[in-house]
């Protein structure tokens, strides 16, 4: 019988004491950055080749070239350890694996729609010097004395975070992943990767200073007073780069809101679209009942990259609570005696606020008609 159990992510400072997910021994790791694009089946077939050669070089190559696989997976699999260095053979090959990943987590996840709408980039773990108040000109006659403007600035340091978790499976369903499970693993990766970095994110730019406040109604009128108390709070100027963000139960009442008959935000989908000309988008790790909007213009971040690790002799706690640390009580699991594998995928971003109204939000949505039914 095949069997996939997906545990769920992690996001933690990489200040914070690391533990190893995965008791026991682990031999290959696999980094890469998000570039340009590839087949989304490739991550698949490059994971399940790193699952099948039990984390080995020579094995995942052998695994790669007996299933025949393209020949850029082949060459990916070739790179040894970590990827991180342009010099190491197929690092170009393992780049483009899962740049397909690039465009679907755009699509998906609020931190990479923002980092790709423009928020500033900044590389993780330096420092620079940001100007918080910028040099100013003035028209002035002639003979008169020319204004002078002072500039301000402030140092920023953009901490790395990981997110990580750890998916497992049965050696069974690896060995017979067709085409059509090669998507679905894919596909269960993206979702696990966008949970994990959102919910991360949003803890990030989210605090006691955060403008915020309870809905007005629930009626037309009061989505429109909503929104506009977001734009007031988040002070949108002609440079910002505003992103709609919300919970899936208000972007469904939003696609569907209407006032005497007519769609009040005509453009809005249940899986998003645009809202005043912005782009909305429904983001599942919100609570129930949210609406928010992020001026990507007013924060700073990046994303390092994602990196893969396979398991075949370690012991887990396939638990989403998982005791940490361990104690005598804890259950573990041994992927071996269980005919099981696991992989750990782990993605490094970080994110700060340029100013404390970057993201401001408004909770007990509960948006409805204002029409009955005939």
């Not at 972007?251 to 006032?259: G, I, K, Y």
Request: with cysteine.
């Amino acid at each position: 019988m095949f069997s996939i159990v997906c545990v769920c992510f992690k996001s933690y400072s990489l200040s914070q004491v690391e533990t190893n997910p995965f008791v026991g021994d682990t031999k290959m790791r696999a980094a890469i950055s998000l570039a340009a694009n590839s087949d989304t089946t490739h991550l698949a077939q490059w994971a399940k080749c790193l699952l099948l050669g039990d984390g080995e070089v020579n094995g995942a190559r052998d695994v790669a070239e007996r299933l025949k696989l393209p020949e850029r997976v082949i060459r990916a699999v070739n790179a040894p350890m970590m990827t991180s260095d342009s010099d190491l053979a197929g690092f170009s090959e393992t780049q483009q694996i899962l740049t397909s990943f690039a465009p679907l987590l755009r699509n998906s996840s609020a931190f990479f729609r923002a980092l790709d709408l423009g928020m500033i980039h900044i590389p993780l773990r330096q420092r620079l010097t940001w100007i918080t108040g910028a040099a100013g000109m003035a028209v002035t006659s002639e003979g008169s004395a020319i204004k002078v403007t002072r500039m301000a600035s402030d140092n920023v340091h953009i901490d790395a975070v990981r997110s990580s978790g750890i998916v497992v499976l049965s050696k069974e369903f690896m060995n017979f992943l067709s085409a059509g499970g090669e998507q679905f693993l894919s596909t269960e990766l993206r979702r696990a990767i966008i949970a994990s970095v959102d919910t991360g994110f949003f803890s990030l730019i989210t605090d006691g200073s955060t403008p915020t406040r309870a809905s007005s109604g629930s009626n037309a009128i009061g989505a429109v007073v909503d929104c506009r108390y977001l734009f007031e709070q988040v002070a949108l100027t002609a440079e910002s780069k505003p992103l709609f963000v919300m919970s899936p139960d208000v972007a469904r009442n939003a696609a569907t809101l209407v006032d005497n008959a007519n769609l009040i935000f005509p453009e809005m989908g249940p899986m998003g679209g645009t809202m005043f000309n912005i782009p909305a988008m429904p983001v599942d790790g919100l609570s129930a009942g949210t609406l928010g909007l992020i001026d990507a213009a007013g924060l700073a971040g990046d994303a390092l990259g994602i990196e893969l690790t396979p398991a075949r002799h370690a012991n887990i706690q396939l638990n989403d609570s998982p005791d940490s640390p361990e104690t005598a009580s804890t259950t573990f699991i041994n992927l071996w005696q269980n005919n099981l594998m696991a992989l750990k995928p782990e993605v490094y971003f970080g994110v700060e606020r340029l100013r404390t109204n970057a993201y401001a939000y408004v909770s007990g949505v509960n948006w409805g008609s204002t029409d009955s039914p005939a």
